[in-house]
């Protein structure tokens, strides 16, 4: 019979490599309530017509990305491909935010896009992202970026950049659009062919093009601070003063979009100096005032981000070595039925204290057991037998040292003797 395998680009997750996990997803959600953000949990299946609306027909992951199924009833649904599209749509249908309604949401799950495998890139992925909505001021644009900084320092992550660009707004992208346009044309015979569709319909796409040549090209390309409002430089400058005053350092790129059409004014992106390779962005987003409106709702500003925690995991481990297993802290050995019997009393006692506490139920021989124990990391092990039993005493085993401690086979004394050591 033919093996049955994961979906390509579909991994499985085991431990302790899931541990590391545990921790980011716990350090995001304690870090994101210190800013007054709430989880928020929606289907990873949505109606095709959401992300075509929400992300842009002419984005990568709408014209090509997407995993989409017909339901019975001939409705087309998508899996999720990004987060923000199914959070706005929750939050209009649901009636969280409306006209002076403020709401600030994070979100941790998978996503999906049918993308080219590799290093960093997968085809089920899993982000946690934040959206704020209801404030068009730029200390929000601040108060996130600073959240989504102190969440990747709290991991202890090194070498990121900060990464920041203004797309002014929809207006002002008008005469940008058009200068692009005719620089971009010039050089249509030397695009990829993806820009030659995106120079038609997505013009400020192909600066977002990672093909060597696009990127040579889009070097000399118009830069859009020269066609932007008053109003809106000024929201930009007040984005770098408010990160220069909470000594977070950013670096200003004229040429940075994003992949996703309903971004307006700030952009930003955090990608590693090393370690990722092609795929060296950890976290992106944005502002995307247009969306909630363009989706149904009421007009309301919006800014947000997502950061993908599979690059944060290869960050880690490339930074700070594998995960490691979290050791067992006791094994308890016995060596007759007697002991067999108080083991299993204890074991429980333990395990309502917190103490990583296990034993072998198969009533193997006390060598097997300590092998076992051996195997499984234990930091010690207990032998209980029908004489430790009638004295209530016991031989408390470091198997890093071999080092032995009497104690009392009642749970607070071994666990007092498992905080000493
Ligand atoms: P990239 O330019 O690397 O394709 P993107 O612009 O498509 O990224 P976003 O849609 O903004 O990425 O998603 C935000 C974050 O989610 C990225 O910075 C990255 O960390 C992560 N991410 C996006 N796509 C993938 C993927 N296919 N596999 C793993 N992580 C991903
Ligand atoms: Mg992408």
Redesign the pocket.
Known sequence: MSILRAVKGMNDLFCPELNMWQKIEKTAAEIFSAYGFQEIRTPILEELSLYVRGVGEESDIVAKEMYALKDRDEKMLSLRP?GTAGVVRAVIENSKVGLDGELKSFYIGPMF?R?RPQK???RQ?H?IGAEFFGVAEASVDVEVIAMLHDFLAALGLQDLKLILNTLGQPEERVDYLKALYDYFVLHSDNICSDCQRRLQKNTLRILDCKQPQCVKISEDAPLILAFLSEESLEHFNEVQAGLTRLSIPYEVSPRLV???DYYNRTVF?IVASSGLGA?N????GGRYDGLVKKLGGSDVPAFGF???I??IVLLLIEQSGAAQAIPLDVVLVYADSIGKEKAFELLYQLRRKNIKADLDHKSRSVKAQMRRADRLGSKTVLVIGEKEVQEQSGQLKLLSTGETLSVSLVCSAIEEALQIN
């Open positions: 990004e896009r993308e960093g890139r997968l992925f982000q994003r992949g996703l992106e795929q962005a950890v976290a992106a997502a950061a993908g599979e690059r």
